[in-house]
Nanobody
Framework: QAMLVESGGGTVQPGGSLKLSCSSSEVTLSAYEMGWFRQAPGKERQFVAGITDAGGSTVYGASVKDRFIVSRDNTKNMVYLQMNRLKPEDTAVYYC?????????????????WGQGTQVTVSS
């Protein structure tokens, strides 16, 4: 059973925006560095963005840099992914995940907790 829950996915036209949220009723997210990954059909899971436990630093995958923004509100136990200027190639299932190792935040095998994912479809 996933301990993280993603929401906010849906279908949007190219150039549009969506904001994904990640929450947990079981885990205090402020204890973790958090990451977002995505997986398109037939492709490997790909790192999208990461944020430190206090939110002071962020890092992005090359394909989303300057379009996506990761943020968190530890008072609400929430992590967000604001996705702007969406492209058809952004279509994927998006996952949030929790890690204890910031220096390895891009590597999915370093994550302890995962959500079940939310579908994002970019299509006209």
């Amino acid at each position: 059973q996933a301990m993280l829950v993603e929401s906010g996915g849906g279908t949007v036209q190219p150039g549009g925006s969506l904001k994904l949220s990640c929450s947990s009723s079981e885990v205090t997210l402020s204890a973790y560095e958090m990451g977002w990954f995505r997986q398109a059909p037939g492709k490997e899971r790909q790192f999208v963005a990461g944020i430190t436990d206090a939110g002071g630093s962020t890092v992005y995958g090359a394909s989303v840099k300057d379009r996506f923004i990761v943020s968190r509100d530890n008072t609400k136990n929430m992590v967000y992914l604001q996705m702007n200027r969406l492209k058809p190639e952004d279509t994927a299932v998006y996952y949030c995940a929790a890690s204890k190792v910031w220096r390895l935040i891009r590597f999915q095998d370093r994550y302890e907790l995962w959500g079940q994912g939310t579908q994002v479809t970019v299509s006209s």
